[in-house]
């Protein structure tokens, strides 16, 4: 079963959304890292980046599976839309789909 383990906020403005988001909730946002900034809100963790073309603004959540090839591949069955392939990073796999309705969401596969 996938478990949100997180969030991303897409913006046209990071520095703007980190600066309100802390301000206003309180939430600890870290410097950025590859144009991503981690955030702790106290609770779920998640992070705000400069929304890239294929997702400019918008959350999605990010969904842990334990297979990110079969996830994909059940998702695209079902209809949704895979905006960025499964991508490599130190410690996980990421990717971003659309679901049929056109939400967004990324899936995490740890290493």
Known sequence: ???????ELNSQDAEKAAQFYSNVFGWNVAEPR???REVDTGGIKGGISQGPPDYPHGTRLQIEVDSIDE???????HGALVVRDKMEFDDFYLAYLVDPTGLGMGLIEKK
């Not at 079963?1 to 969030?7: D, S």
């Not at 996830?71 to 069955?77: H, L, N, P, W």
């Open 1 to 7: 079963m996938g478990k949100v383990i997180g969030f």
């Open 34 to 36: 590859w144009g991503y």
């Open 71 to 77: 996830a994909i591949s059940r998702a695209r069955d």
